[in-house]
């Protein structure tokens, strides 16, 4: 490479390490051995080759490196004391001594030759480079810039310099966007592929819902309220299950703010999903009471059905509460029972009524039943005590008679 040359080249990888984040050193040492193994295609596999870049000019010398020994046995690869002072005056036995070749020809041809060696090299370090970015950020609420939709219903985003794609399966049936738009994202497990990085990239999940909480109530964040469980349907209700040690802190007051402030900016974000704030307990009883907020719940009854002893909250409300209990469509009671881990059974007050006086109606039926059965086997029995009595008075008759 001519001095023009040589400088284009360096600022060229400049260029790279500022905008791909390829570092300009490891750079160099790629392009080194690309040359090197051009070198040895061409004029032959000497282990003793050494091709060097200059850092500061660019210059590539190619060299033959040669032991230092009293008697030279391998011309190729030796060198003796005597020849390597008038080369190295310090030069001393056992050092490796590199000798220049002049190699023109083969420095005018052989970048041209490693260029697609070196391309594939800036490919695989600009590949590993994403790798660690999207790593740094794995499992975690980030903030983006949309650049545009395609026809599939993809949301395409920039990251910071990084190019991330939503899928539309996880996207919110409510989120609409246009280029510009800044949101939040969840970044979910991040794998390197053979071609690209795969990347789980979402609105949908239930992570984004707890990184936004996370990230708007502070006393979560430091740990003084623990989320133990979530259950969300992406852009239009969620139930979040939160606890606390400290029996002074106002739980739901924390989450929700001063004037509904902290879960609004949630809201708004998630494009006006609603959020429930369910106080978690202990008793599972309890906890389903607060998970089918806002109806009230009479009562609550824990058992197990099935062979898989699945447990199954019984409860019961007041009539005007049923359809506040299930929601629409069933959501309200779905959610509960997700956020839970069981399966709620709702009843009225007056189901309950029901069901109690037709058992009461079969015990009396059973019970009289058992009655009836009692009087015929006592009047069977008299029956038969009766004859008993006959035969024993005829009998008697019959001996005094006789």
């Known amino acids: 490479m001519k001095g023009r040359d040589q400088k284009i080249f360096l600022e060229a990888l400049d260029e790279l390490e500022k905008e791909k984040g390829i570092l300009k050193e490891e750079l160099l040492e790629t392009i080194e051995t690309a040359l090197l193994a051009a070198y040895k295609k061409n004029y032959g596999e000497k282990d003793n080759v050494k091709v060097t870049i200059n850092r500061n000019s660019g210059d590539v010398k190619v060299y033959s490196q040669r032991l230092i020994v009293e008697n030279v046995e391998n011309p190729e690869e030796e060198i003796s004391l005597e020849d390597a002072i008038s080369v190295k005056k310090r030069a001393k036995l056992g050092d490796i001594l590199d000798l220049e070749i002049n190699a023109e020809s083969f420095k005018r041809n052989a970048i041209q030759n490693a260029k697609q060696i070196v391309v594939q090299k800036v490919r695989e370090c600009e590949k590993r480079n994403i790798f660690n970015k999207f790593k740094e950020i794995e499992n975690s609420i980030v903030s983006a810039n949309v650049r545009k939709t395609d026809e599939k219903g993809n949301l395409y985003v920039d990251i910071n310099g990084l190019e991330a794609i939503v899928p539309q399966k996880e996207l919110s049936p409510t989120d609409k966007f246009v280029q510009g738009d800044r949101i939040k994202i969840f970044i979910g ?80 974000e998630l494009q006006g999903e609603k959020i429930d704030v369910v106080l978690w307990n202990e008793d599972v009883r309890e906890f389903v009471k607060n998970a089918l907020n806002p109806a009230q719940v009479l009562s609550v009854e824990i058992v197990e059905e099935g062979e898989d002893n699945l447990k199954v909250a019984k409860v019961v409300v007041a009539e005007n509460q049923l359809s506040l209990a299930i929601g629409k469509k069933g959501q309200n009671s779905r959610l509960a029972a997700r956020l839970c881990g069981v399966k709620i059974d709702i009843h009225t007050g007056s189901d309950k009524m029901a069901g109690s006086e037709e058992d009461e109606f079969k015990e009396k039926s059973a019970f009289q039943a058992s009655l009836d059965e009692t009087e015929n086997i006592e009047k069977t029995s008299d029956s038969q005590n009766d004859i008993e009595v006959e035969e024993s008075a005829f009998a008697g008759l019959s001996e005094d008679n006789e």
């Open 189 to 268: 497990e991040v794998e390197e592929a053979t071609k690209f990085t795969k990347t789980f990239v979402s609105r949908k999940s239930e992570e984004l819902l707890r990184g936004l909480l996370e990230l708007e109530v502070p006393e979560i964040y430091e740990g003084i309220i623990e989320i133990k469980n979530i259950a969300r349907e992406a852009g239009s209700r969620s139930k979040v299950a939160v606890y606390s040690n400290d029996k002074n802190l106002d739980v739901k007051g924390a989450c929700i703010g001063r004037n509904g402030m902290r879960i609004q900016t949630i809201i708004d």
